[in-house]
């Protein structure tokens, strides 16, 4: 499995939760990498997107302001910290490698992506 995330859980609304994803491949530090979510009986959605020097990143407007995307190329893994949670943010997220940067960006404009990991955030 080349894109490996973790760090998913069951926390109560309010809380924090920070997710990451490392890169087996090799050539992390060269491409943008983003995170999606897909909840019960929704469509897959975009969450947010950095670029490959980490120096621009996007959020969807749902959890802009709460949700932060980072990226340590020297460790080939990228973060989604996530604060202020709520019942809404249930999903299960994926990382993605190899794709825009952009608010309009889906999951399959991405090269690979992983397995996922589940939030679950409970009122």
């Known amino acids: 499995v080349q894109l490996q995330a973790s760090g998913g859980g069951l926390v109560q609304a309010g809380a924090s939760l920070r997710l990451s994803c490392v890169d087996s491949?090799?050539?992390?530090?060269?491409?943008?990498m983003g995170w999606f979510r897909q909840a019960p009986g929704k469509e897959r959605e975009f969450v947010a997107a950095?670029?490959?020097?980490?120096?621009?990143?996007v959020y969807a407007d749902y959890v802009k302001g709460r949700f932060t995307i980072s990226r340590d190329n020297a460790k080939d893994t990228v973060y989604l910290q996530m604060n202020s949670l709520k019942p809404e943010d249930t999903a299960i997220y994926y990382c993605?490698?190899?794709?825009?940067?952009?608010?309009?960006?889906?999951?399959?404009?991405?090269?690979?992506w992983g397995q996922g990991t589940q939030v679950t955030v409970s009122s």
């Open positions: 491949g090799r050539t992390f530090s060269y491409y943008g």
């Open positions: 950095i670029n490959n020097k980490g120096t621009f990143t």
């Open positions: 993605a490698k190899d794709g825009p940067v952009s608010v309009y960006a889906k999951m399959t404009d991405f090269g690979s």
